[in-house]
């Protein structure tokens, strides 16, 4: 289109006198929307040889793989027309209006009544929305379901979906040369899952719901347009998995927004309600460290090998040195272990540290964190009322064990007095038959018996219940990086949350004493490196010895030395938000939580 065209084109629109309807200033911009802004006479740019297909009384619109493959040849040949830019869109609104969301719409009209909604015959409102669903009553009337996603609540609620009426004679108020053929042939072109620009006016319905409604005052536009169908349905999980896309499409992007719900209760609970700063830390680094796992090795451009991080927990500590005295952090981490229900490569935690915290402190934290989420999040369901229900019946507090004397307890050995770091000594006292049925053995660190005696006696079985339970005061051969009481110097001030067997928060004062924390960490060495040399290097698998180089953290003596320069007594609160999102969502497996799915799926997409 030439500039003196479009010129043309514009003094026909806005010549139209102020005193007229809004249907006649409607009127001239409809044939330029039909005809994609051309100036031409509207009657030269319709092929009035083309057969309108009949539109029968109330029939579904089926919208077939011939149909959308005829549809696409025209697009291919005009892809502006159907595909426009949204600046060049608002250039030719000749209304002016602002675009308002269906939510917003619904919020604004939804309580009016029939007389009310008159009072707006002059506001035109510009709405944007995707087709779900196209029918016809007769052939003047069309009724078109669109939705825009514009209400994030987790529901699967209507607040943002609207019914758009588009009748011929709303159309063409005042002096038309829209024809009905025309009216037809445009109305035909839709498709379901298309996305549409509309503007009209607010009306009820004429049928028994009086339905809030957009009776248009001009012809819907496309502004995207579907090429490939989507399924009716999609129920098989592999499917699903493979094509989150399709996936969302078709059975709703609720996981999406539930998800981005709860981290987002997360964050305010930090964040607002508590003063805490939020911050970011290294992804990338030389040495991945705060955990006992196997890091992603990668290799930057100049030759030198990089791991991406298994934890945030040593830089997190850097900032709290550095001064800050509240700060947490929400962000992925990578571990290169394996694949199951609760467990992927990449997943996200978050990590909060602040100053003089007590490990009382650090439960009371959890459960208000606890309380806050389940008091304002914004779908129910079962595991949601049932925490609420139980907790609110307990004040908000979480169940308690402590380790060692609930251990001793079941396992029926008194543990007064062993050096639990000592894996010998330890193996030595526990009964023969639980040797067998965990598969306990010699070569074993401390630290991984006690994982497994705990694991069997006090997760599974104490811990089993919809309550959370917390787990406190850990040997501290199981706890590297914790502070340890006092007066017991073998165990820690740490405690683990769990919900039906499975863990969601780990907590614990941290180890501010550089000389202390030096020796843990060289003590975790020594066990490791006696372990390497005790089994023969011909009879080793490669699965032993990742089991033993994964068990202990690296030294990281540059951490240590920061230390020196002064770190005050600090409590430290980690929480998984994947597996928060399942419980609270309702999902088994980690993948259904995660927005493309666990590391098998991602690499299948």
């Excluded at 700063?277 to 090795?297: D, H, I, M, Q, W």
């Excluded at 609760?342 to 007590?358: D, I, K």
């Amino acid at each position: 289109m030439t500039f003196l065209s479009l010129n043309n084109c514009l003094y026909r629109v806005f010549s139209a006198r102020s005193t007229q309807k809004i249907g006649s200033r409607a009127l001239i911009l409809n044939q330029l929307v039909h005809n994609n802004l051309s100036c031409k006479p509207y009657s030269q740019q319709v092929n009035h040889n083309v057969k309108t297909p009949t539109v029968k009384d109330s029939i579904q619109v089926d919208t077939t793989v011939l149909e959308l493959q005829e549809r696409n040849k025209k697009i291919e040949f005009n892809c502006d027309k159907y595909y426009p830019s949204m600046t060049e869109l608002q250039k030719y609104d000749m209304f002016k209006v602002e675009r308002i969301t269906l939510y917003e719409f619904r919020n604004k009209f939804g309580n009016m009544t029939d007389t009310e909604l008159k009072e707006f015959n002059e506001s035109v409102q510009l709405v944007y929305g995707r087709i779900r669903n196209i029918r016809s009553s007769g052939k003047k009337i069309w009724f078109l379901d669109i939705d825009d996603h514009s209400h994030i609540s987790g529901y699967k609620d209507q607040s943002s979906q609207l019914q758009v009426i588009v009748n011929f004679k709303s159309i063409n108020l005042g002096n038309s040369e829209v024809t009905l053929s025309q009216f037809e042939s445009h109305m035909s072109q839709l498709r379901k899952n298309d996305y549409i620009q509309c503007f009209g006016i607010p009306r009820l319905s004429q049928s028994r719901n009086r339905n809030l409604s957009l009776s248009v005052q001009m012809l819907p536009r496309i502004v995207s347009p579907i090429q490939s169908p989507l399924p009716s349905g999609l129920s098989e999980v592999q499917k699903r998995n493979n094509n989150r896309v399709v996936d969302y499409q078709v059975n709703g992007i609720y996981p999406l927004i539930q998800r981005a719900v709860i981290i987002r209760l997360i964050r305010n609970f930090y964040q607002d309600i508590n003063g805490f700063v939020e911050v970011e830390t290294p992804l990338l680094s030389s040495k991945a460290n705060g955990a006992s796992a196997r890091p992603f090795k990668v290799q930057f451009k100049d030759g030198h090998n990089l791991e991406l991080r298994i934890a945030p927990e040593l830089w997190l500590k850097r900032l709290i040195i550095s001064g800050m005295p509240k700060i947490f952090e929400i962000g992925k981490m990578f571990r290169n272990e394996g694949i199951d229900a609760s467990h992927n490569p990449e997943f996200t935690m978050l990590e909060s540290y602040q100053t003089y915290a007590t490990m009382e402190d650090l439960i009371e934290l959890a459960e208000s964190l606890f309380k806050y989420v389940l008091c304002n999040i914004t779908w129910e369901n079962d595991t949601i009322k049932e925490l609420r229900n139980i907790l609110s019946s307990n004040n908000w507090r979480f169940k308690r064990i402590e380790f060692l004397p609930t251990l001793s307890k079941e396992l029926g050995v008194c543990m007064d007095g062993v050096n639990l770091e000592d894996s010998l000594e330890l193996i030595t006292l526990i009964p023969e038959d639980v040797k067998r049925k965990l598969n306990l053995q010699g070569n074993m660190s401390s630290s991984q018996i006690l994982d497994k005696l705990s694991s069997h006696y006090l997760e599974d079985r104490i811990c089993s219940t919809i309550h959370p339970t917390i787990i406190y005061h850990h040997p501290l051969a199981m706890s590297p990086l914790a502070k340890s009481v006092p007066s017991k110097p073998r165990i820690t001030q740490r405690f683990e949350m769990f919900i039906k067997g499975k863990e969601y928060i780990n907590a614990y004062e941290e180890e501010n004493c550089p000389q202390v924390q030096l020796n843990n960490f060289l003590k975790q060495q020594k066990d490791k490196n006696n372990k390497m040399n005790n089994v023969h290097i011909s009879t080793i698998s490669s699965g032993i010895k990742d089991n033993i180089n994964n068990e202990s953290m690296p030294v990281d003596y540059k951490y240590v030395e920061v230390m020196r320069s002064g770190m005050p007594p600090t409590g430290g609160l980690g929480l998984g938000v994947d597996r928060l999102c399942m419980l609270l969502m309702e999902k088994p497996r980690i993948e259904q939580v995660l927005p493309f799915g666990s590391l098998d799926d991602v690499n299948r997409q």
